[in-house]
């Protein structure tokens, strides 16, 4: 089992949601609202030290834990979705998810998710 951790601008995340709606068996999505910079931010020139750290730029987040061979669907789905080629486009990363469980039925494994 893998986690897909995205983020991804606001305003594209409806056409995000939409593009993983066709990704065949999605066990289940979740999104956050998150802030935060990237590597132009900490790039950029003549700001001091506290206008950097407090200067965030507003990104959904989406969360889906997910079977192996679903992680390249879901997270081409993700990148077409969110592709504009501009800066701040976002990004995905894959983490590995030891073990899940299903609160209501007990079910542990891949058959929680």
């Not at 998150?34 to 206008?51: D, H, I, L, Y």
């Not at 992680?71 to 894959?94: E, L, M, N, Q, W």
């Amino acid at each position: 089992m893998k986690m897909i951790m995205a983020y991804v601008p606001p305003h594209r995340l409806d056409r995000v949601t939409r593009a993983l709606c066709h990704v065949p068996h999605l066990p289940g999505l979740t999104v956050t609202n998150a802030r935060g910079f990237g590597q132009e931010k900490v790039e950029s020139q003549g700001e001091t030290p506290a206008e950097q750290l407090t200067d965030f730029v507003p990104m959904s987040r989406l969360e889906v834990v997910a079977h192996d061979d679903q992680v390249d669907d879901i997270a081409k789905a993700i990148s077409d979705a969110a592709h504009t080629g501009a800066r701040g486009d976002g990004k995905i990363f894959v983490l590995p998810v030891e073990r899940a469980f299903r609160i209501k039925t007990g079910q542990e494994g891949a058959s929680a998710i």
